[in-house]
């Protein structure tokens, strides 16, 4: 044994040493390493659920705000629909309205006219009887005369 060196010591504590590495690696390594791996696992299933979450809230959004802007085209749509059959609505009654109203001026010309031509037509037949009167008075003198000028007179009336 030259410089002091026990081979024998040596192998022992080398064997030792593989004992205790060996034993660490089983009782310390090996199940924190499996700790790790599932927990590493269980973020990812985390991870990938909530990421799968994730693209469904915004697919969900999405449609969502298709709906939304569907919606508004749709009000939109039916505001001008609105205002459209309120604008024809309005152009129909005011249409119906200068139509009662040429009406009522038309029946009133014609309401006018006849009385206007009534009027005429008495005040002539006043004038006649006024002036057979006056021709009568004029002509009480003369008999034969007046049997003509009434003979005229009526037959005149009568035609005309």
Known sequence: MPLNIDWQQILL????????????YFILYKPVKEFMAKREQHYKEIDDY????????????????EKLDAAEEEIAAMHVKASDEIEAEKQRQLGEARA???????????????????????????????????????????????DHFLDAAESESRNG
């Open 13 to 24: 504590h080398l064997l030792n040493f593989v004992i205790l590495a060996g034993g660490l």
């Open 50 to 65: 909530a990421m799968k979450n994730r693209v469904e809230a915004e697919e969900l959004r999405k449609a969502a705000q």
């Open 100 to 146: 009662e109203a040429r009406r009522i001026l038309e029946t009133a010309g014609k309401t006018a006219e006849l009385r206007s031509k009534k009027a005429l037509a008495d005040s002539n037949d006043d004038i006649r009887a006024l002036a057979m009167d006056a021709v009568r008075k004029m002509l009480l003198s003369d008999g034969n005369a007046l």
